[in-house]
T-cell receptor, first 113, second 117 residues
Framework: DQQVKQNSPSLSVQEGRISILNCDYT??????FLWYKKYPAEGPTFLIS?????DKNEDGRFTVFLNKSAKHLSLHIVPSQPGDSAVYFC????????????FGAGTILRVKS | EPEVTQTPSHQVTQMGQEVILRCVPI?????FYWYRQILGQKVEFLVS????????KSEIFDDQFSVERPDGSNFTLKIRSTKLEDSAMYFC???????????????FGAGSRLTVL
């Protein structure tokens, strides 16, 4: 079951630069997408989300872009900070107030100072 | 900041033993979930629970698994007879009901690490 894919296992970025994390999905019925951040020995922490009726959502340094035709979303972090180093999970759900989240495999982001 | 609390943080058990993992969801949340993450793999859905019954479960959630909300605050996951492959990090999550702020965002606990020997 590979409905949500994060094809880059890891990403290394210099402090102050932009981090771009990518996510693809196969189920066109998904209509709500979320990004979670996870530190070792902690649970996933919600970062930002986007509804399928939008193509962009911004919250401070974090912006999520959604391309429905390509079934692709991305998370941009600008500027990247060392504290952003973590595992980032993309997740998708059916129905805006719907049920389970389907997670991608995660991308390890390392921000070098 | 309200949080989801899970206990124990780490449990080591022998194969074939029963394990109960406990969760205290955020108090006004109505939907409850269990997920697990085997080391190095993705976070996988196990079960969702609403209105005192299972609303959805995955193929992983077989007859060895059960969930219960024995009182107004706790939400438990029981594994009846543990197998080696049950070793994983188990995450509890909850979310508010429809119409509330953040209704589609799951808040996760810190996880319970289960090691089956």
């Amino acid at each position: 079951d590979q409905q949500v894919k994060q094809n880059s296992p890891s990403l290394s970025v210099q402090e102050g630069r932009i981090s771009i994390l990518n996510c693809d999905y196969t189920n066109s019925m998904f209509d709500y997408f979320l990004w979670y951040k996870k530190y070792p020995a902690e649970g996933p922490t919600f970062l930002i989300s986007i509804s399928s009726i939008k193509d962009k959502n911004e919250d401070g340094r974090f912006t999520v872009f959604l391309n429905k035709s390509a079934k692709h979303l991305s998370l941009h972090i600008v500027p990247s900070q060392p504290g952003d180093s973590a595992v980032y999970f993309c997740a998708a759900s059916l129905m805006e107030y719907g049920n389970k989240l389907v997670f991608g495999a995660g991308t390890i982001l390392r921000v070098k100072s | 900041e309200p949080e989801v609390t899970q206990t124990p943080s780490h449990q080591v058990t022998q194969m074939g033993q029963e394990v109960i993992l406990r969760c205290v969801p955020i108090s006004n949340h109505l939907y409850f979930y269990w997920y697990r993450q085997i080391l190095g793999q993705k976070v996988e859905f196990l079960v969702s629970f609403y209105n005192n019954e299972i609303s959805e479960k995955s193929e992983i959630f077989d007859d060895q698994f059960s969930v219960e909300r024995p009182d107004g605050s706790n939400f438990t996951l029981k594994i009846r007879s543990t197998k080696l492959e049950d070793s994983a990090m188990y995450f509890c999550a909850s979310r508010p009901g429809q119409g509330y702020s953040g209704a589609n965002v799951l808040t996760f606990g810190a996880g319970s690490r289960l090691t089956v020997l």
